[in-house]
């Protein structure tokens, strides 16, 4: 049986950090996306750490292009982190993984979002 769905978010200096688990499908993809919706900070990083993730079918594929073209859109930028197993999977066999952020783990993607910042700070210098 699998352990079911869950999101629970984490504030970081640059950004929000969402841990999802369990399955992400059309049962509950909209509980995601207010979720995000409430949690995330306009123009600012977010991070969704998907380590626990077991499931996402094309409802699951779909909210993760919305929210990455909202974010950006906005200035800001998606990050996924620690994708496994069927997810990466989906990510890969649809072409999706070369267009976003995916970093091997929490650690990895929270650095890339600090080069980020410090990037910006160093433009706007």
Do not use: Y
């Amino acid at each position: 049986m699998s352990p079911p769905f869950g999101v629970r978010c984490r504030s970081l200096a640059a950004g929000a950090l969402i841990v999802v688990s369990g399955e992400l499908d059309a049962t509950n993809v909209g509980r995601l996306e207010s979720f995000i919706s409430r949690e995330r900070r306009r123009g600012r990083p977010l991070i969704l750490d998907l380590a626990g993730l077991t499931f996402m079918d094309s409802m699951g594929l779909q909210v993760l292009l919305l929210v990455h073209a909202d974010i950006r859109r906005e200035g800001g930028t998606l990050h996924l982190a620690a994708v496994q197993d069927l997810p990466a999977r989906i990510l890969q066999l649809t072409g999706v993984w070369d267009a976003l952020n995916i970093h091997a783990d929490v650690t990895e993607a929270v650095a890339a979002v600090r080069d980020l910042e410090a990037g910006s700070k160093r433009l706007r210098s």
